[in-house]
């Protein structure tokens, strides 16, 4: 059950940072509610859920299709 919930939170965060990037990259001034208020301009870098949030995915998916299985 935390295992679903965390995939859960973690897929919405993965989400919403894909849509900023993609805004980034293309040089589009999309603005979506930040997930993590924090002070300043958000950037990558201080984008600190999204990190432990992408590790996580790769561990699921790994596990979930027998990528490190023993």
Same mark, same amino acid.
């Not at 897929?11 to 990037?21: N, S």
């Not at 993590?36 to 979930?64: D, H």
């Given at each position: ?8 939170? +973690?897929?919405?965060? %993965? @989400?919403?940072?894909?849509? &900023? ?9 999309? +603005?979506?509610?930040? %997930? @993590?208020?924090?002070?300043? &301009? ?29």
């Amino acid at each position: 059950m935390i295992i679903e919930i965390a995939f859960i939170f +973690t897929a919405v965060v %993965l @989400i919403h940072a894909t849509f &900023k990037m993609v805004g980034a990259m293309l040089g589009n001034g999309i +603005t979506l509610a930040y %997930l @993590i208020p924090i002070l300043g &301009k958000p950037t990558p870098t201080s984008w600190y859920i999204v990190y432990p949030a992408t590790a996580f995915q790769v561990w699921f998916w790994a596990e979930r299709l027998g990528v490190f299985a023993l």
